[in-house]
Nanobody, 130 residues
Framework: VQLQASGGGLVQAGGSLRLSCVAS????????TAWFRQAPGKEREFVAGTRWSAGSRRYANSVKGRFTISRDSISRDNAKNTYYLQMNSLKPEDTAIYSC???????????????????WGQGTQVTVSS
């Protein structure tokens, strides 16, 4: 299993970025994916996630209405796919290293738990200037 995150960068407050997570070798049944972030001096926090067969997306309150998760609509093959985090109306407090994660059959209430996920990608830095 390999997850490769990219798309981070420096953006002004109010701007947008789209992060990508290229996944390969995902053989989990009923895969769920999520984005987490970690700011300097802070603990890792859940940003957004979903169990794709269920359809319901879960977002942290701090990003609800601004961030959206999606996946490549061309491929329905979970073994290889690209997952996205569209981030709009960015704020300086969104500055962090963002990582993608994947795991099997994660129920909605557990999507925010890092321990639910079996595979992690390396982080991509997002910096929002004021």
């Amino acid at each position: 299993v390999q997850l490769q995150a990219s798309g981070g960068g420096l953006v002004q407050a109010g701007g947008s970025l789209r992060l990508s997570c290229v996944a390969s070798g995902l053989t989990f049944s009923d895969v769920a994916t999520a984005w987490f972030r970690q700011a300097p001096g802070k603990e890792r926090e859940f940003v957004a996630g979903t169990r794709w067969s269920a359809g319901s997306r879960r977002y942290a309150n701090s990003v609800k209405g601004r961030f959206t998760i999606s996946r490549d609509s061309i491929s329905r093959d979970n073994a290889k796919n690209t997952y996205y985090l569209q981030m709009n109306s960015l704020k300086p407090e969104d500055t962090a290293i963002y990582s993608c994660a994947a795991g099997p059959r994660i129920i909605f209430s557990n999507l925010d738990l890092p321990s639910s996920y079996r595979a992690w990608g390396q982080g991509t830095q997002v910096t929002v200037s004021s």
